[in-house]
């Protein structure tokens, strides 16, 4: 609570230690990398719940046992980039199979259809608008993200470095931004003040 209480004035502190044009940047390269992380979750916590909600609604319809629990595990599993819809898919199938054969194939038709309209419009359209990635960079940073988890963690790790692999390549794609501009002068930012003594 202190902490997010003194949060901005040790920020404002911090790019004090700067020169005006220098802080500016920063500070610019923080709001922009905030800004795409936060769209990030936003975008990916949207399309997760609706993937829950649907399978939660198509389970329910069957009959099919607990099925607002695992409209919530497809949610859960689903903010997985990419590939989470199928992670989350083949049990939740394979359960509504259990029930009852129509239920499966149902669930399976319509896991397949979302997944298409959400790896190819509502994800991409996404990631887009907030994070700004190119899906075939969306693509490259989950495989890398959780390549490194998986070796430092195994599967958990693998897991978690998936999720955060797109936020992380937004970050760094804004500090590239930011590098390849230069040390530009901001003259319009900032104003320089001279006081001249009496």
């Given at each position: 609570y202190f902490a997010m209480l003194e949060a901005p004035r040790l920020w404002r502190s911090f790019l004090g230690l700067f020169n005006p044009p220098t802080a500016l940047r920063l500070n610019r390269v923080i709001d922009e990398t905030v800004r795409a992380v936060t769209g990030y979750m936003?975008?990916?916590a949207m399309t997760s719940i609706i993937a829950g909600i649907v399978v939660g609604v198509t389970l329910t319809v069957f009959g099919v046992p607990f099925a607002i629990l695992l409209g919530v595990f497809v949610a859960l599993?689903?903010?997985?980039p990419l590939v989470g819809g199928l992670i989350a898919g083949v049990p939740v199938v394979i359960i509504a199979a259990i029930h009852s054969?129509?239920?499966?194939?149902?669930?399976?038709?319509?896991?397949?259809?979302?997944?298409?309209?959400e790896n190819h419009f509502l994800n991409p359209v996404i990631m887009s608008k907030t994070v700004r990635l190119n899906p075939f960079w969306v693509l490259l940073a989950v495989l890398i993200g959780a390549t490194l988890g998986g070796r430092v963690a195994g599967a958990l790790g693998a897991f978690v470095g998936a999720l955060t692999g797109i936020p992380l390549g937004g970050a760094i794609q804004v500090v590239l931004r930011e590098?390849?501009?230069g040390p530009e002068v901001l003259e319009d930012a900032v104003t320089v003040v001279v006081v001249v003594p009496d």
């Open positions: 936003l975008g990916n599993v689903d903010l997985l054969v129509p239920a499966g194939i149902i669930t399976l038709v319509v896991f397949l259809i979302y997944q298409q309209i590098v390849r501009r």
